[in-house]
Antibody, heavy 120, light 107 residues
Framework: QVQLQQWGAGLLKPSETLSLTCAVSDGVFSGYYWSWIRQFPGKGLEWIGEIDHGGRTNYKSSLESRVTISVDTSKRQFSLRLNSVTAADTAVYYC??????????????WGQGTLVTVSS | DIQLTQSPSSLSASVGDRVTITCRAAQTINTYLNWYQQIPGKAPNLLIY???NLQRGVPSRFSGSGSGTEFTLTISSLQPEDFGTYFC?????????FGHGTRVEVK
């Protein structure tokens, strides 16, 4: 059964860069999209973006200027970078596997989450 | 972005009760609608995908229905482990959006 393990810095200052990595153990790596989703302190969920094993990406338009998602298939890892963070980026960040069978996209396996706090 | 509105925002029910949660989309999303359960401190867990398909390993007391703009998640007989917050999520557009959640308390 696939497991996603994520890590990265949890405390940032405004204007710094958020950097998180998610490692995928077991299961097939190709044939899925790999996504980042965040959950704000008020509990709302926001999709950030996704990448496939070939490196094709899709980003939320309002974050596109600051976000980069990359993949390293040899390590079975994918990463998130978010530039110029502000307090509004404080959230729990999740990585997730996106299953796409039948054209129906859904997050069928998630990492444990990383709390990222932006504070001066 | 497509807005999803869930109701109720919270509910309290007893073990064995039938529970229904509604999710309404601001525009038609066909059946591109998923449901998740989130227990406090944990990541969301997929229950239902494509409006009515039960995710592998999820108990059969969970079911989903609907298409277009109105969807429901039903728990046929509420169990103690069903507490938490339930979210709907649309994948009709590349940019997913989520409902604000329904908090379920088991009496």
């Amino acid at each position: 059964q696939v497991q996603l393990q994520q890590w990265g810095a949890g405390l940032l200052k405004p204007s710094e860069t958020l950097s998180l990595t998610c490692a995928v153990s077991d299961g097939v790596f190709s044939g899925y999209y790999w996504s980042w989703i965040r959950q704000f302190p008020g509990k709302g969920l926001e999709w950030i973006g996704e990448i496939d094993h070939g490196g094709r990406t899709n980003y939320k338009s309002s974050l596109e200027s600051r976000v980069t998602i990359s993949v390293d298939t040899s390590k079975r890892q994918f990463s998130l970078r978010l530039n110029s963070v502000t307090a509004a980026d404080t959230a729990v960040y999740y990585c997730a596997r996106t299953a796409t069978t039948g054209g129906f996209y859904r997050g069928d396996s998630w990492g444990q989450g990383t709390l990222v706090t932006v504070s001066s | 972005d497509i807005q999803l509105t869930q109701s109720p925002s919270s509910l309290s029910a007893s073990v064995g009760d039938r529970v229904t949660i509604t999710c309404r989309a601001a525009q038609t999303i066909n059946t591109y609608l998923n449901w998740y359960q989130q227990i406090p401190g944990k990541a969301p867990n997929l229950l239902i995908y494509a409006a009515s398909n039960l995710q592998r390993g999820v108990p059969s007391r969970f079911s989903g229905s609907g298409s277009g703009t109105e969807f429901t998640l039903t728990i046929s007989s509420l169990q103690p482990e069903d507490f938490g917050t339930y979210f709907c999520q649309q994948s009709y557009t590349t940019t997913w959006t989520f409902g604000h959640g329904t908090r379920v308390e088991v009496k």
